[in-house]
């Protein structure tokens, strides 16, 4: 047993080294992206994004690729609002598989399944020269190995390219989890300064492109929002002029996320520690940002009618109206996420709340080897941002978080000068003394999609 057991393992070893050894050659004995495209006349990019975050990123990517190639290019995939206002069609809407978490997921497999196999088809008829995988690692990495499966029986096969690189560096074990990678992935974008040198030293290659958030800044510079070293100033005042929010109103920015499953958990608890904060204030007023998911927007739109306080809802896809919410806010509510970065561009004081299923909870405290969940505390590796997890994840473990933030100025400014030190970290030109970034020339050319898109026309 132990002899077939050994046998079985260097089976396994050997299948996998071979894999790598085979697609190592054919990438060496690829044609570029360009002389492929060339020879198409059109270059063609097959993309999935798996929920809003990636969606964003996404249609950031397309539109940086579109201006940046000589030649035509054409899109399939799937993707959700933003990926479809730069002209893709989604093969099915993006909530179908905008699921986090290990039994979360469960309940959805069918689905995930059925959604799996018409991308791999989708996939393979459109012949893409590119593929590129946004986050979502579960239903990517999936995708990406039948596709690279697929390409092994043929002499041509697409680049692969993942944008947002798995927390390798959250997890026990994960880094050596990063080896096997290079069996489907190409290349990966990685988001934060540290990723990119572990994956090339563990043979995947890796481009560090930046925080997609940081765009949020590029793009409100452009429509007359202020901007400051990455620093983002909405209109306040406007913004409490078109909702009709009195001067005297203590406004609390709540943010619970963007899958259906992590807000049905949240918004309850967000509400309730509304309910506690109410009698602490003359007037207040919970802002929640909905994010743009139809089943998010249909189940806070008929939750809300239950609030204990006054509330106004911020349809997503504005950076300018999210901002100036921002601004009128004295501090949010969130749940952990990329809204944490967001909300250090705007300074606003924040508390992350999170909650999963409770195996999952406990999956996470058994294979998690960092203590923080949000990304400024982690980056910085201090308790820069309150935070309330799992168990202590309750309206009356949050409330009295909020009332302290709300009243004492020494947290907020410790979150506010935090920001800078953090946001600094996050482009990869940002760094360097005198780079055209940190001279504030020609900022657009070294957006995280644009050097994305520059590596992918440049592979």
């Not at 047993?1 to 894999?19: C, H």
């Amino acid at each position: 047993m132990f002899l077939r057991t050994v046998w079985n393992v260097k089976i396994d070893m050997n299948s996998r080294f071979f894999r790598v050894v085979k697609r190592s050659l054919s990438v060496l004995g690829r044609e570029s992206v360009r002389d492929l495209a060339s020879k198409d006349g059109e270059l063609r990019v097959f993309l999935v994004a798996g929920e809003v975050s990636g969606d964003i990123i996404a249609s950031r990517f397309m539109n940086s690729l579109e201006r940046l190639s000589p030649i035509p290019v054409r899109f399939a995939g799937v993707g959700g609002l933003m990926m479809s206002r730069q002209g893709l069609n989604s093969l099915f809407p993006i909530e179908d598989i905008a699921v986090m978490g290990i039994w979360e997921l469960l309940p959805h497999l069918s689905m995930f399944k059925l959604r799996l196999k018409e991308t791999i088809e989708s996939a393979l008829t459109f012949r893409p020269h590119v593929v590129l995988t946004v986050d979502s690692k579960g239903f990517s990495f999936r995708f990406l190995k039948e596709i690279a499966r697929y390409g092994e029986q043929r002499l041509a096969s697409p680049q692969h390219f993942h944008y947002v690189a798995p927390s390798f560096w959250a997890w026990r074990g994960g880094e050596a989890r990063l080896k096997g990678l290079s069996e489907f992935v190409d290349h990966m974008f990685c988001i934060l300064p540290f990723e990119a040198e572990v994956c090339r030293s563990n043979g995947l290659a890796a481009t560090f492109v930046g925080h997609p958030t940081l765009e949020d800044a590029l793009e409100l510079k452009i429509n007359k929002c202020i901007v400051n070293e990455w620093k983002v100033q909405g209109d306040g005042e406007k913004f409490r002029k078109n909702y009709g929010i009195s001067s005297e109103s203590t406004i609390i920015s709540l943010l619970p996320g963007s899958r259906l499953q992590e807000v049905t958990r949240m918004l309850s608890i967000f509400s309730r520690t509304m309910e506690l904060l109410k009698n602490a204030f003359s007037e207040l007023t919970a802002v929640i940002h909905v994010a743009p998911n139809m089943h998010v927007e249909e189940y806070i739109g008929k939750a809300v009618h239950e609030w204990p306080v006054s509330v106004v809802l911020v349809p997503g896809g504005s950076p300018c109206m999210r901002y100036n919410s921002f601004s009128a806010s004295r501090l949010a509510l969130c749940t952990s996420g990329t809204v944490a970065v967001e909300l250090q561009l705007a300074r606003l004081p924040c508390v992350v709340a999170y909650r999963a299923h409770l195996l999952t909870e406990w999956f996470i405290r058994y294979k998690a080897k960092i203590p923080y969940i949000s990304l400024p505390n982690i980056i910085l590796d201090s308790p820069i941002i309150p935070e309330a997890l799992f168990e202590a994840c309750t309206p009356s473990r949050l409330a009295p978080l909020l009332i302290d933030l709300m009243h004492d100025e020494s947290l907020r400014w410790k979150q506010v000068s935090a920001a800078e030190k953090f946001l600094n970290l996050l482009h990869p030109l940002d760094r360097i003394s005198g780079s055209p970034a940190r001279s504030g020339h020609n900022l657009l050319e070294y957006t995280p999609s644009m050097i994305a898109a520059s590596a992918v026309l440049n592979s």
